[in-house]
């Protein structure tokens, strides 16, 4: 089955600093890269995807990227800001388009933002 | 406010005790998740319901038995538990079909101690 490891476990930056979280997957397959971000007493919540066919996707502060060949991918987030402190989750599946998505997810990297 | 509503939010039960876990989703999906969150560990999938029929079961532990009545509604019973199943029980809905886009839509879970 899919295996997903995430680095650092624990990352601090100063505030406006950028922040990279890294994660690798096992499985070729894969084809649907999520990023999850959970904040203290809440569940995971989507920030950003990117699919195979995309190298790189942006959406404001946050940025991912794959490499097919290495099966790594990466979350970057530019201008931290003290909000952006959470747990991130990076994840892998094999998307069918229909069906339910079986998501295997790291284990999470504690972003702390110091003001 | 995600549209995935968990309860109880806490719960304290002994070995011997019989105690099920709630989740009810106000967004159409058809698709339902139960995931498992401990501490320094991924989020561990444990069942998924599709269209209220159950379509992954992940080498779960006959003492935890979901039910599914609806499309809506998702249940975790829980009996003759251990202390390492103290844990973040969370609950997902993903829509089906054409519209499925891959996103999980968390509760913000049910913490559970086992004594």
């Known amino acids: ?115 | 406010e995600t549209g995935v509503t968990q309860t109880p939010r806490h719960l304290v039960m002994g070995m011997t005790n019989k105690k099920s876990l709630k989740c009810e989703q106000h967004l159409g999906h058809n698709a339902m998740y139960w995931y498992k969150q401990s501490a320094k560990k991924p989020l561990e999938l444990m069942f998924v319901y599709n269209f209220k029929e159950q379509t992954e079961n992940n080498s779960v532990p006959s003492r935890f038995s979901p039910e599914c009545p609806n499309s809506s509604h998702l249940f975790l019973h829980l009996h003759t538990l251990q202390p390492e199943d103290s844990a973040l029980y969370l609950c997902a809905s993903s829509p089906l079909g054409g519209i499925n886009t891959g996103e999980l839509f968390f509760g913000e879970g049910s913490r559970l101690t086992v004594l």
């Open chain 1, 1 to 115: 089955g899919e295996n997903v490891e995430q680095h650092p476990s624990t990352l601090s930056v100063q505030e406006g600093d950028s922040a990279v979280i890294k994660c690798t997957y096992s499985d070729s397959a894969s084809n649907y890269f999520p990023w999850y971000k959970q904040e203290l007493g809440k569940g995971p919540q989507l920030i950003i995807d990117i699919r195979s066919n995309v190298g790189e996707k942006k959406d404001q502060r946050i940025a991912v990227t794959l490499n097919k060949t290495a099966k790594h991918f990466s979350l970057h987030i530019t201008e931290t800001q003290p909000e952006d402190s959470a747990v991130y989750f990076c994840a892998a599946s094999i998307g069918s388009g229909a069906g339910s998505y079986q998501l295997t997810f790291g284990k999470g990297t504690k972003l702390s933002v110091i003001p």
